[in-house]
């Protein structure tokens, strides 16, 4: 795969606007360590900001016009519309996003008092689950943010970007990726109480190991997934366990709690579903004990844990995820490993040791293509700080 690099996309921008663009961004992708479907359930979630993410090249332009392209979607062409119309429109496609944070910004009571071009190159897998959506609704914020002197607090932005989601697109998601990307720190990962917004940040010493990503290639859009229909039978859950429990979310159980009451759900699935996000919040928090006292044994330990709760309890794994993560676990050097993000196809993450790290890719690689019939790939991840200009 092709890292792209910001000469790259100031030359995009030069073939299509036919002028020099004046400023460069970028905006990082994003893994979550650990605490999967617990932001919507008021729980816990520990994302880190990648170093891979998505470039993007800005120019003025002197009237209300606002042109996009990007090269990950060549086919599509230049996308243009006013800041005069700025509703849904699918037949822009991924241009919604950043169409989507800008109608946020205005509502918010900022006026763009002129338009600009903007081309966008990134090495970010579509639809793997890295959190592409998000890094482009941050990066259009950053651009916006910064060439129009708004000065808007960045997490108000990031909150922006979930209403961009929740209301725009129409994805009923949490706020852990605009917040992991906007809030990224490099070296460290964000503990995020998403029921309060209140965060630490934990520094993440891996040593002699690395990040490895692995991506099934298997793509999936959040909106065809079965996301809103888990999100439904938490809410349900969480419902049943109010008749008797004065709790907001499900996040606000233990796990003997959760065990003593769980009767009241009266219904298997649902039960499962509830106990994953109450058990995975309880993870999240001893995963960053293990990291603040250098336990990396005991973090993979909670990464399996959950990777194994998220294939029994909440069913959004299948067969890609469960063959990448149950063969990372049999390999040398490994101390962890589970799927990431929503899941049904996307990535997974393992922490290996870095001497090790080509044998695992090798070793894991030929597993996956012979069980699944087509390649993986892999990336080694640096956790990377949030959006910014590129000088």
Not at 209 to 231: A, F, G, P
């Amino acid at each position: 795969m092709k890292f792209m690099l910001s000469d790259d996309v100031k030359q995009e921008f030069n073939d299509k606007f036919g002028y020099d663009s004046t400023r460069v961004f970028f905006s990082p992708g994003r893994i979550n360590l650990i605490g999967e479907y617990t932001d919507f359930n008021g729980g816990h979630v520990f994302p880190c900001a990648i170093s891979m993410g998505i470039y993007a090249a800005y120019g003025a332009r002197d009237d209300n016009k606002v042109r996009m392209f990007s090269a990950n979607v060549a086919d599509q062409g230049i996308v243009e519309f006013s800041l005069d119309d700025l509703k849904y429109d699918k037949a822009h496609g991924w241009a919604n996003y950043p169409k989507g944070m800008i109608s946020q910004i205005i509502e918010h009571g900022h006026q763009l008092d002129h338009g600009f071009d903007l081309a966008v190159n990134g090495n970010l897998p579509d639809a793997a689950g890295l959190s592409s959506s998000a890094a482009i609704e941050l990066l259009t914020a950053e651009i916006v943010n910064d060439v129009y002197g708004f000065n808007i607090d960045e997490i108000d932005l990031v909150k922006y970007g979930q209403l961009v989601e929740n209301n725009y697109i129409g994805v009923n998601s949490g706020i852990m990726d605009q917040f992991a990307i906007g809030m990224g720190k490099a070296n460290q990962a964000v503990l995020l109480d998403t029921n309060t917004l209140k965060y630490d940040y934990v520094p993440v010493e891996m040593g002699d190991r690395v990040i490895v990503i692995m991506n099934t290639k298997k793509h999936r859009e959040l909106q065809d997934s079965k996301y809103n229909e888990r999100r439904a039978q938490c809410e349900e859950a969480l419902k049943r366990l109010q008749v008797k429990l004065p709790i907001k979310t499900l996040g606000d159980l233990t796990e003997d709690e959760f065990d003593e009451n769980s009767y009241l759900i009266n219904d298997d699935v649902l039960i499962r579903r509830a106990r994953h996000a109450v058990f995975e919040n309880q993870r999240t928090l001893k995963a960053k004990d293990a990291l603040v006292n250098n336990n990396l044994e005991e973090f993979g330990k909670l990464i399996n844990a959950s990777h194994i709760s998220l294939h029994y309890d909440f069913e959004v794994t299948g067969k890609e995820l469960d063959t990448l993560a149950e063969t990372a676990w049999k390999q040398p050097g490994v101390i962890g490993a589970r799927m990431t993000g929503a899941g049904f196809g996307g990535c997974a993450i393992a922490i290996v040791d870095r001497d090790k790290a080509d044998a695992f890719t090798e070793n894991v690689g030929k597993v996956y293509e012979k069980e699944i019939g087509h390649p993986a790939e892999f990336y080694i991840a640096e956790i990377s700080d949030g959006p910014r200009e590129i000088k």
